[in-house]
Structures are given as structure tokens and as C-alpha cells.
């Protein structure tokens, strides 16, 4: 008896070696198949950039460095732009059900979706923007002409604490003759 459990025993395992071989041999098999796969899926991406550009670009013609939907419920695009080595974030919350559905088909890239959804100024800041518009008229013939800061900005105001309304609440002294 403890002979045929041994033979039994024996031959299961010389069975289950041979198919292992095979295992082995279709994962292998697969891992190739897969790097080919991606290899094909990656050339028909860079196929598709070149042969519809317009597609990827931003209409401000800033660089996109990423963009990203935070969160699926209530949508949103939180995008980052490079434009003249300065980053620039913004937020968009007016993603609909209907962009976001055609964004996750396919059917709309990541730029396109951004240039629904930004309008070039809101694609960069605004010392960007200046330079895009100088950019833009320049390109359309005309002679740019960059906007000069004349002060520092701030602002002002009318409360009784301003500095600048200190001497407004004390009595006027009386200039006339005595």
C-alpha cells in the first residue's frame, strides 16, 4: 500500500511539474504580448498628437504641466500651467456631467477639456496674460505696447481709523483776523 501511495505521489508531482512548465511558459508568453501591446498603444498616442496638434494645445499657449479631477461627485479641473518658466493653479468648477462623461470616452483630451472650461486669460496669471497679449497683438501685426505700473497698488479707505483721515475729525482752527 505504502508503495502505490508513493507511485501515486510521484507521478502527481511529475504532473504538476509539466504544468508548470506550461504556466510558466504562457506567463512569459503574456509579459511579451503586453509589452508589444504597449509599446503599439504608445506609438499610436504619439501618431495621434502629430497628426491633430490642435487637439493638444492650450489656447493661451501655455504649457500644460498636469490637471486633475479631485473629485468625481461634485467635478471639478484643477489644472497647473507653465507659461515663461512661471507656474500658474487654477480651479474650475463649472465641470458638467456631460464634459466629464466625454473626457473619460476619450472623446475630449485633457487640453480640450481645459480650453472648455478656461479662457486663455484664466489659463495663466495676470502678469502672464500681459505677456501673452503682447504676444498675441504682436502676432497679429500691431505694435506692442506693455502696460507701465504707475504705483505700488494698496488701497485706501474712508473709516475713521485711516491714517490718512487722522486730521479730518479735529476742529478746523479759524484763519480769518480777530
Known sequence: MQKRYDD???NSLRER???QKEIDAATKRIAEWEARYKAEQNRAKELHRLAYPERYRLSSGAELVSGWIPNRMYPSLSITTLFHGTEFKNTSYNLSQNLLDKYDS???TLHELVNE???PWEQVDESQHSLLAIALQT???GIPTPH???GAGGSSSDLPWNDNDK???QKTKFKGRR
Open 8 to 10: 501515486l505521489k510521484a
Open 17 to 19: 511539474n509539466s504544468y
Open 106 to 108: 476619450g472623446a475630449l
Open 117 to 119: 472650461l478656461f479662457e
Open 139 to 141: 502676432a497679429a501685426g
Open 148 to 150: 507701465v505700473g504707475t
Open 167 to 169: 486730521n479730518k475729525f
